[in-house]
């Protein structure tokens, strides 16, 4: 998808990014904190935290990310 708004927004000067993160710990996560096992082989060895995808988000949006 990210594709195909490039090929159709860049040539307009629109820059065009994705964010993709896997698990993501959040209030409606698992019942009392309880994090699947499988996110102990993630390359942090954690499951992501919501601030963590924000900044990025937020960076992105800004004109700091345009080079």
């Known amino acids: ?4 708004a490039v090929g159709e927004l860049g040539p307009l000067g629109i820059r065009v990014n994705m964010v993709h993160p896997g698990g993501v710990a959040t209030e409606m996560g698992a019942p009392g904190g309880a994090v699947p096992q499988e996110y102990s082989k993630a390359p ?3 499951i992501g935290q919501a601030e963590e995808i924000a ?3 937020a960076f ?3 004109g700091s990310s345009s080079v």
């Open 60 to 62: 992105l949006a800004s």
């Open 1 to 4: 998808m990210s594709k195909a």
């Open 44 to 46: 942090l060895g954690r």
């Open 55 to 57: 900044s990025v988000a």
